[in-house]
């Protein structure tokens, strides 16, 4: 039985954060889906067991996982070399965010609200240490009203 839709469960279509960490070891071990299937019946699995009780499940379940936003190609002739054609290479940003929001690996470490922070109690040492705690992002987002964020990407 596959994990439960939730939009809390960043790790669906498993049930977890382990589960997703044990799908993820037993697909880049290389290992045959025989040996995948020998290993969940062991009752040593069967304490702790995965919601995916085969290897075809576990196969089903990631093929259903969302494509990877593809990439698209297309020859471009700048002003300041037209004999020298250039491949441009570009992701549509909109899938990249999605895939991204989607994404497991990266539960947790988005910003979406600036911040600032210091290495002092008087606030005089500014550490700048990722985009959203710089003075850029604090600047655009005081021109917007409170209930609107500005989302930077990087």
């Known amino acids: 039985m596959a994990a439960e839709v939730d939009p809390r469960n960043v790790t669906y279509p498993f049930a977890g954060l382990n589960e997703w960490e044990l799908a ?18 062991l009752s ?4 702790s067991p995965p919601s995916f009780k085969t ?3 576990l ?5 259903s996982l969302p494509s990877v936003p593809v990439w698209t190609g297309r020859w471009i002739t700048l002003p300041e070399a037209p004999l020298y054609p250039q ?8 899938e990249c965010l ?5 994404n497991p690996d990266f539960s947790g470490d988005k910003d979406y609200v600036p911040y600032e ?24 987002q005081a021109k917007f009203p409170e209930d609107i964020t500005s989302i930077h990407i990087s």
């Open 98 to 102: 999605e895939w991204l929001e989607a």
């Open 117 to 140: 922070e210091y290495l002092n109690k008087d606030h005089t040492d500014h550490c700048y240490s990722e985009m959203a705690s710089g003075e850029f992002w604090n600047d655009t």
């Open 59 to 63: 196969v089903n379940r990631i093929e």
């Open 44 to 47: 040593w699995v069967k304490i």
């Open 55 to 57: 290897s075809a499940d």
């Open 87 to 94: 491949l441009l290479l570009y992701q549509n940003p909109v």
């Open 24 to 41: 993820k070891w037993l697909v880049t071990t290389g290992l045959p889906n025989t040996q995948i299937d020998a290993f969940l019946k």
